[in-house]
T-cell receptor, first 114, second 113 residues
Framework: AQSVSQHNHHVILSEAASLELGCNYS??????LFWYVQYPGQHLQLLLK??????LVKGIKGFEAEFIKSKFSFNLRKPSVQWSDTAEYFC????????????FGSGTRLSIRP | DTAVSQTPKYLVTQMGNDKSIKCEQN?????MYWYKQDSKKFLKIMFS???????INETVPNRFSPKSPDKAHLNLHINSLELGDSAVYFC????????????FGSGTRLTVV
């Protein structure tokens, strides 16, 4: 069965620090990969997505992610975080063979100290 | 215009009651979903409908019954509510069965007392 692992449960950074959130998935076939963000009290919004092509994808608000097929990873990065980036971040996978569903990781809570 | 709208936003009810949550999307998507987010923020799929046909029915108590009158609407009815049903329920929609990601509704926070 597919699964998505986000190893960092809670990350605390100061403003202007660099961010990298880990995401690994288990599925040997073709996948589409996503990062979603959930600001406090709000719904999930799509940050970025990877389908094919350039493994380095850029999303909104200065976020980017790199797909490394050999490592089954899709880590999220941002060079300099802001206080407004405080949120829950979810990595997600849609496997081509799955019956129409996206599997979400358990989420990483990001807290930014002003 | 809100792309995926859910009502109500908040729902507080007593154990044993029956309640419904409604969801509507105006994106022309062909697939709709219900996800449950627990207090630890874990997201678990419950149901999925593609063009009014149920295609995903995860291990969910049969007190939960989805209904899709048309491909723009997916409602969730819950019978005999229990304390453990307290959670945030998110509706989502997608095209091509999720291949390009979901658009989520704003969620319904259900509290059973």
């Amino acid at each position: 069965a597919q699964s998505v692992s986000q190893h960092n449960h809670h990350v605390i950074l100061s403003e202007a620090a660099s961010l990298e959130l880990g995401c690994n998935y288990s599925y040997g076939g073709t996948v589409n990969l996503f990062w979603y963000v959930q600001y406090p009290g709000q719904h999930l919004q799509l940050l970025l997505k990877y389908f094919s092509g350039d493994p380095l994808v850029k999303g909104i608000k200065g976020f980017e992610a790199e797909f490394i097929k050999s490592k089954f990873s899709f880590n999220l990065r941002k060079p300099s975080v802001q206080w407004s980036d405080t949120a829950e971040y979810f990595c997600a996978v849609n496997a081509y063979s799955s019956a129409s569903k996206i599997i979400f990781g358990s989420g990483t809570r990001l807290s930014i100290r002003p | 215009d809100t792309a995926v709208s859910q009502t109500p936003k908040y729902l507080v009810t007593q154990m044993g009651n029956d309640k419904s949550i409604k969801c509507e999307q105006n994106l022309g998507h062909d697939t709709m979903y219900w996800y449950k987010q627990d207090s630890k923020k874990f997201l678990k799929i419950m149901f999925s409908y593609n063009n009014k046909e149920l295609i995903i029915n995860e291990t969910v108590p049969n007190r939960f019954s989805p209904k899709s009158p048309d491909k723009a609407h997916l409602n969730l009815h819950i019978n005999s509510l229990e304390l453990g049903d307290s959670a945030v329920y998110f509706c989502a929609s997608s095209q091509l069965q999720g291949a390009y990601g979901y658009t989520f509704g704003s969620g319904t926070r259900l509290t059973v007392v």
